[in-house]
Nanobody
């Protein structure tokens, strides 16, 4: 089993930036493709971005493409989400998730492990 812990959330003004981190426990981090999801109050959890095991493939939801960047450092068991040009509609709890697929997957049910989430709030 994999334990995931997110950090880096906070309060920023519109147009600002944040960088989230997700640290995984264990020695098998490189066996998992990783993803970031987010959930705003009253809404369903939605896919934001994902990255393959090696980091060679990424995919972004249209709403964040060009503004967010996912990356991973397997030596540090860490996946990152760099968020630029933040908008109030980006406000949500952001969750890190892991799955056993080789490449990026976008469906919530395909992910095996989830972090507790970190709050991102963007003020106008």
């Amino acid at each position: 089993q994999v334990q995931l812990v997110e950090s880096g959330g906070g309060l920023v003004q519109a147009g600002g930036s944040l960088k989230l981190s997700c640290v995984a426990s264990g020695r098998t981090f490189s066996n998992y493709a990783m993803g970031w999801f987010r959930q705003a109050p009253g809404k369903e959890r939605e896919f934001v971005t994902g990255i393959s095991r090696s980091g060679g493939s990424t995919y972004y939801a249209e709403s964040v493409k060009g503004r967010f960047t996912i990356s991973r450092d397997n030596a540090k068991n860490t996946v990152y989400l760099q968020m630029n040009s933040l908008k109030p509609e980006d406000t949500a709890v952001y969750y890190c998730a892991a799955n056993r697929a080789m490449s990026v997957v976008t469906t919530r049910s395909q992910y095996d492990y989830w972090g507790q989430g970190t709050q991102v709030t963007v003020s106008s």
